[in-house]
């Protein structure tokens, strides 16, 4: 069936410093790709999506890019702050039946 | 109103009890999900509702009935529950066929 990848599943980064979070997807299909927040004991909150008729699209220290061609995406966060410590989710919309396919999911620790 | 209230926010039941979750939207939308979230994991779609109707069962089994009474209402029954149900469930809404799904923070449920 289908599938997202996401990788890695946990990543420490300095404070200040970036963080990059990659996924693949296997249905050439998909359009619309977005990116979810959870911190712990809280709901999933969306902080970015792209659709496949751009290649990038930013949010202030947030940035997502999109390779079609590739079938891959990836999360960019920039001068990375306690408050971005979370799983970060990734996600591809299936054409199919219009239901989104989760990536596992990867923790993002930012120390002090 | 952008939010998705959920009810109620802890629930421990053994496993012969009967109770049920409650979803809440005021935003106009007519699509509402029920998903389970197990630690680390990223949520696992169990039903989709459209105008009020079940469109997607993803072979939830039966011990878990849900409803929708009207436009702004989603339930979720529960019945002779397994502890492995033991899960965060989280209810969302969005307009129909937009992917952009709105979270209520979920209910814990633990099963004794």
């Known amino acids: 069936g289908e599938n997202v990848e996401q990788h890695p599943s946990t990543l420490s980064v300095q404070e200040g410093d970036s963080a990059v979070i990659k996924c693949t997807y296997s249905d050439s299909a998909s359009n619309y790709f977005p990116w979810y927040k959870q911190e712990l004991g809280k709901r999933p909150q969306l902080i970015i999506d792209?659709?496949?008729n751009v290649g990038e699209k930013k949010d202030q220290r947030i940035a997502v890019t999109l390779n079609k061609t590739a079938k891959h995406f990836s999360l960019h966060i920039t001068e990375t702050q306690p408050e971005d410590s979370a799983v970060y989710f990734c996600a591809a919309l299936m054409d199919s039946n219009y239901q989104l396919i989760w990536g596992a999911g990867t923790k993002l620790i930012i120390k002090p | 109103d952008t939010e998705v209230t959920q009810t109620p926010k802890h629930l421990v039941m053994g496993m012969t009890n009967k109770k049920s979750l409650k979803c809440e939207q005021h935003?106009?939308?007519?699509?509402m999900y029920w998903y389970k979230q197990k630690a680390k994991k990223p949520p696992e779609l169990m039903f989709v509702y459209s105008y009020e109707k079940l469109s997607i069962n993803e072979s939830v089994p039966s011990r878990f009935s849900p409803e929708c009474p009207n436009s702004s209402l989603l339930n979720l029954h529960l019945h002779a529950l397994q502890p492995e149900d033991s899960a965060l469930y989280l209810c969302a809404s969005s307009q129909v066929n937009s992917p952009e799904a709105f979270f209520g923070q979920g209910t814990r449920l633990t099963v004794v």
């Open positions: 792209i659709r496949s």
């Open positions: 935003m106009g939308h007519r699509a």
